[in-house]
């Protein structure tokens, strides 16, 4: 038997001020090897940290030529003052000069099919994908994950500080949440089940247990065609709640929400930030337009006429981006009451305006990031509204069960990592927001 004292030496937290001077070993990846006649630089990948290192050949117990791009080094060195220009640099106060380096491993390529040394990627989307455990380790790939990660985790701390309960509801279903064709469907026992297209049922179910919960997790969808709004599995960033005052409370908190990601994102992210050259919006008040007013702006403004439609096209969604953004200074817009019929059965109705839902869309700078509502919570109009869908009951009995035990009234949203990564960060297309992307011709790596 060993008994083993716990220490902090795998901590990957550097406090770099106090290291000031004193002597430090690091492990890290090698970022890029810039070799010169006096010695060169060494930009290495710690945790957290592109950290640089000064060569001087003189004093060094290795060539610099002989030190791999991407391989794994053991660096023993002096940290000093620096101050560094260089974006992808972090810390850029300070650097290290080295006197020894191990070199641990090298790949087993003499040639990286992609270099990922230079400032910008400079790869077709293809290649970026094909070539992903590589590509993803440049600078920028790096900043776009870690804008993610942070959306991700504050999402969750903000809900949890909010009285939300995190859950983790079933992907292997009997049924899709979502309607529509775009479901995947497998063989289960030899029974037909599904992946599931959103956590739906099981976050409404579960708010009759905790009042406040909240799910941060993979779905799928079947998209059959290729976009750049569409990826085949995505992470939904999901809420759902009791209200006290009606449907506005969902967008009351989803304001609140976003205003602490995006702070919290320029207080944790500023490096990213700036290197990737991105500017992070300020939430200081809340815009909603009824979806009705969305066809009559878009008339008015470009005598396009999609009035009758019981959608709003891609098209009409960047016009009330721009509109928003010139008009009522705001990037973020809340279009409401979406009629009934474009709304899966479980939305509700307003009883104060006939074919229309107490539900709506979050469109930051001209893009749908999230779609959210009030829902049924009555078993009786769950029954009448599936009806009137032309949806039998039996295949969603263990979902209906719930409005038989009793729910108070309550309602959610469904928030696109990726399209709020890929918004935030610039990228034309979401599938640059997700680390594997999946879509119709993608299965790996
Ligand atoms: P919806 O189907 O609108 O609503 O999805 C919610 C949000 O998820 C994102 N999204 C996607 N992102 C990438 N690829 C896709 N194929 C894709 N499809 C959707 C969007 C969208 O706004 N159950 C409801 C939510 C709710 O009412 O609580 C739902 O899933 O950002």
């Not at 957290?48 to 060195?77: A, F, H």
């Not at 455990?133 to 600078?139: A, D, F, I, Q, V």
């Not at 005598?303 to 019981?310: P, W």
Request: hydrophobic residues 35%; glycine residues 6%.
């Amino acid at each position: 038997m060993n008994e083993i004292a716990i220490n902090d030496s795998v901590s990957s937290f550097i406090e770099w001020d106090s290291l000031l001077e004193k002597e430090v070993t690091f492990t890290g990846m090698v970022q890029n090897c810039r070799v010169s006649s006096w010695g060169g630089f060494l930009i290495l990948r710690l945790p957290n940290y592109i950290v640089q290192c000064v060569m001087d050949r003189n004093s060094l117990n290795i060539k610099p030529e002989d030190i791999p791009v991407e391989g794994c080094v053991k660096v023993t060195g002096t940290v000093k003052a620096s101050s560094i220009k260089d974006k992808a640099i972090h810390p850029n106060n300070c650097e290290i000069h080295v006197k020894n380096i191990e070199v641990l491993s090298s790949p087993s390529l003499e040639q990286l099919p992609v270099d990922t040394t230079k400032k910008e990627l400079n790869v077709n989307i293809h290649t970026n994908f094909d070539k992903r455990p590589l590509t993803l380790r440049h600078p920028k790939e790096q900043a776009i994950f870690r804008i993610s990660s942070v959306i991700f985790n504050e999402f969750g701390n903000f809900l949890t500080d909010n009285g939300f309960t995190r859950i983790c509801s079933p992907k292997i279903v009997k049924t899709g949440a979502e309607g529509g064709a775009n479901i995947f469907k497998l063989d289960y026992f030899g029974r037909e089940a599904y992946l599931g297209q959103s956590p739906q049922f099981y976050k409404q179910m579960m708010v009759g247990v905790f009042g406040r919960v909240f799910e941060e997790a993979p779905v799928f969808r079947a998209e059959k065609h290729d976009t750049s709004r569409h990826l085949n599995e995505y992470i939904s960033l999901d809420i759902e709640m009791m209200l006290e005052n009606g449907f506005m409370d969902l967008i009351q908190i989803e304001t609140r929400l976003l205003k602490h990601i995006f702070e919290k994102l320029k207080e944790k992210c500023s490096n990213e930030i700036a290197l990737l050259g991105i500017e992070i919006p300020t939430v200081d008040k809340i815009v909603t337009v009824e979806f009705d007013e969305v066809h009559e702006i878009v008339f008015k403004e470009t005598g396009k006429d999609y009035r009758g439609e019981k959608d709003l096209a891609p098209e009409e969604e960047t016009l009330i981006g721009e509109y928003a953004k010139k008009n009522w200074n705001t990037e973020l817009v809340f279009v409401t009451h979406y009629p009934t019929v474009k709304r899966p059965f479980y939305t509700m109705d307003d009883s104060t305006k006939e074919g229309r839902t107490l539900s709506y869309d979050l469109l930051f700078r001209g893009m749908e990031i999230t779609t959210g509502g009030q829902r049924l919570n009555v078993y009786e109009d769950y029954l009448e509204k599936m009806k009137a869908f032309g949806l039998t009951t039996e295949l969603f009995e263990g979902y209906l069960q719930v409005f038989q035990y009793g729910m108070p009234p309550h309602g959610g949203f469904g928030l696109g990592l990726e399209r709020l990564t890929s918004l935030l960060c610039g990228l034309s297309n979401v599938k640059e927001a997700s680390l594997f992307p999946r879509d119709i011709n993608r299965l790996e790596p």
